[in-house]
């Protein structure tokens, strides 16, 4: 595939349940624009607080600067999870076509193994160039991501993208670019 070939290349992102504005936004933006949102979702990084100070050194910024996407269809994760029996409804995700991303203000990020829990200090070799090329190596659930997921224990936290690659994105997305699907 050529590397500009973004032809059937999309992103996912779990739909906001009260989304406001025109525009997706990231972390940082949301604190100025609708900040009882902004508290909802920082909220989440509880007890991670060192996330959010966390550089993305590819886009020059830090981790509440940018949007998360994940280059990986929900279907199979989910799908891993109630294999095992445990009852998943219907989750509502956004689509977007990779290609609606400027790559200059994006870049793949690859996730390694937290040993013991802890995760492991960032490393700028793990950032890649958002392009198709990239996206098209990483779209597939990785085979150690689905075996932790079809071994989570009943009632446990459901972390899907804990060891999936994420696309970052350092902007916003405009409402209108996004499709709804369930998985």
Not at 86 to 115: E, I, S, Y
Request: with cysteine; glycine share 8%.
């Amino acid at each position: 595939m050529p590397t500009d070939d973004w032809t059937g290349l999309t992103l996912y992102h779990r739909a906001v349940r009260d989304v406001r504005g025109e525009a997706l936004l990231p972390l940082r933006r949301l604190k100025a624009a609708f900040p009882d949102v902004y508290a909802r979702e920082v909220a989440k990084y509880q007890g991670r607080e060192a996330l959010l100070t966390e550089p993305v050194a590819r886009l020059g910024c830090q981790w509440p600067d940018v949007l998360f996407f994940s280059p990986v269809h929900p279907g199979p994760l989910l799908n891993a999870v109630r294999a095992t029996g445990r009852a998943v409804p219907p989750v509502r995700f956004w689509t977007l076509p990779a290609g609606a991303l400027d790559p200059a203000r994006a870049c793949v990020r690859l996730v390694r193994p937290w040993p013991d829990g802890v995760k492991p200090e960032p490393d700028p070799a793990d950032e890649l160039p958002f392009t198709a090329a990239v996206v098209q190596q990483v779209a597939s659930p990785p085979p150690e991501t689905l075996a932790r997921l079809g071994q989570l224990p009943p009632g446990g936290p459901l972390i899907l993208w804990l060891d999936v690659p994420h696309v970052l994105y350092r902007g916003e997305v405009p409402l209108g670019k996004l499709q709804e699907i369930y998985a």
